[in-house]
């Protein structure tokens, strides 16, 4: 996609499980950076591409845009560490993954997309919002809840769109 339309940013929107206790379902978290939970760190940092990090950082005017938004948004806005993996998180590895990240949320797939516009020299920032926490946890919590956080992180990021291009 990058290649193909010539991408010049890219705001990755979605669902999220909530791994720090102060969120709630319908929380939204925007990204600082982002950490693969199940990838070692010597794949990251000692093989081509070589990243610097296991962190991979947001953009900072996309990330002022966001913080500029959320001083005056309805909806509740978190920023901090998200993490990616293979696993649909509910109890196993939840206290690893937290212990080792400190994570506000875990995802399926923004890891991958934000490794992809790290090596395109694409800025990004990733858009989630919360289907189910370690309190309200499990297949069905997210599956009552996705749809409509599906709408609310679209909607954070088209209102981060229109405030861009005022």
Do not use: W
Not at 9 to 22: C, D, L, Q, R
Not at 46 to 66: H, M, N, Q, T
Not at 131 to 152: F, M, N, P, Q
Request: charged share 25%; hydrophobic share 40%.
């Amino acid at each position: 996609m990058i290649d193909t339309f010539q991408v010049e940013k890219v705001i990755h929107s979605g669902t999220a499980g909530g791994m720090h206790p102060v969120l709630q379902i319908f929380d939204t978290v925007i990204c600082e950076q982002v950490a693969y939970y199940d990838v070692e760190d010597s794949i990251l940092t000692e093989e081509y591409p070589y990243v610097k990090s296991v962190y991979f950082k947001r953009d900072e005017k996309l990330l002022a845009l966001a913080k500029a938004y959320s001083r005056a948004c309805e909806e509740r806005l978190f920023f901090g560490t998200m993490v990616t993996g293979e696993q649909f998180i509910e109890d196993e590895r939840r206290d690893e993954i937290n212990q080792r990240f400190a994570p506000l949320c875990v995802d399926m797939e923004t890891g991958g997309i934000v490794h992809a516009c790290y090596i395109n020299d694409v800025p990004f920032l990733a858009v989630r919002t919360i289907t189910d926490t370690a309190v309200h946890k499990g297949l069905e919590v997210y599956s009552d809840h996705s749809h409509r956080v599906g709408e609310i992180a679209a909607g954070v990021v088209m209102k981060l769109l229109n405030l861009e291009h005022k």
